[in-house]
């Protein structure tokens, strides 16, 4: 095991009497995708803020590929771990949409040349490179999110957090995204997603699931996600195939009701 990120006994509160990070304590390997699932507010956002030295932790320890981090450290944090903001607003300071994808490679000082190739790529990965000269105020939703995705792509660090980063795209983009995940995880980069699709917590190789800022499960994605009752308390949903197969399992069902079954759960997605 070669941990890329240890938190120890880590614990945050934005008011005084309400843990939102409630000693957590959680390893993840290099080269590892860890999705963590949990309700709204259960802390999602706020550990992977914590996480990069956005918050700073009441108590207990962060290290980063054996780097503790701290006032001195954060910067050198920032280039091994990149986060996609939940909301893309968040994320934008640039004029134009290519100032901002340059944003985070101008605080690496890296040549101009591998500079633009590197923007050029991005944007065109995220299926942006018509929106280069528009200004990111001006873009939907989706759009702000692409641009997001590229700037934090372009900076190749070794650990990214998606932090429900492609919850207003379309489904191909989403797709493509998520293909793009895969390929940069097979590549040995270490992926951190938070979702609240189950369908995107299927090829996690570990789920973490959340409930009131403490670690309510840590496993396989295949024992997460078979577990109907952990799902419930999280106010998350079976895999529709799941569903149906429990269901099932519970009655002795006919064609018919099987086909009025499968209707009826498509339409709640
Ligand atoms: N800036 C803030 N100031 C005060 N409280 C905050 C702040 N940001 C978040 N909180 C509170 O902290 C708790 C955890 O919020 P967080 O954003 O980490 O949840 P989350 O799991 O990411 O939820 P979601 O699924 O809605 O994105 C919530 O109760 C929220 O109200
Ligand atoms: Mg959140």
């Known amino acids: 095991m070669n941990p890329m990120i240890e938190i120890k006994n880590l614990s945050f509160a934005y008011t005084k009497d ?3 990070v409630d000693n957590v304590n959680l390893t993840i390997n290099k080269g ?3 999705t963590i699932l949990g309700h709204n507010g259960s802390g999602k956002s706020t550990l ?3 996480m990069i030295g956005l918050l700073r932790a009441k108590t207990g320890t962060i290290k980063i ?3 503790t981090l701290s006032e001195e450290t954060v910067y050198d944090i920032r280039k091994k771990v990149g986060i996609v903001f939940q909301n893309p607003d968040n994320q934008f300071v640039g004029v134009t949409v290519r100032d901002d994808i340059a944003f985070g490679l101008e605080n690496l ?3 101009r040349e591998t500079m633009i190739e590197k923007i050029d790529k991005y944007a065109k990965k995220v299926n942006m490179q018509e929106f280069m000269n528009k200004e990111p105020q001006q873009l939907s939703g989706g759009q702000k999110q692409r641009v997001a995705i590229a700037g934090i792509l372009a900076m190749e660090t070794d650990v990214i957090i998606f932090d429900e980063a492609t919850a207003m795209l379309d489904p191909k983009g989403r797709k493509n995204i998520y293909e793009y995940m895969k390929e940069l995880n097979r590549e040995g980069v270490t992926i951190i997603t938070i979702t609240h699709d189950m369908k995107e917590a299927v090829d996690a ?3 973490i699931v959340l409930k009131d800022g403490r670690i309510l499960r840590n496993d396989t994605a295949q024992n997460i996600l078979k577990d109907q009752e952990t799902l419930e308390q999280s106010n998350l949903e079976l895999l529709l195939p799941l569903d149906v197969l429990y269901s099932l399992e519970k009655e002795n069902v006919n064609h018919d009701a099987l086909k009025e079954y499968l209707w009826q759960s498509s339409l709640k997605g």
Do not use: A, F, T
Request: glycine content about 6%.
């Open 205 to 207: 190789d570990r789920i």
């Open 109 to 111: 000082q890296i040549p």
């Open 32 to 34: 590892e995708w860890v």
């Open 48 to 50: 992977s803020k914590l």
């Open 65 to 67: 590929d054996g780097l």
């Open 18 to 20: 309400n843990m939102v």
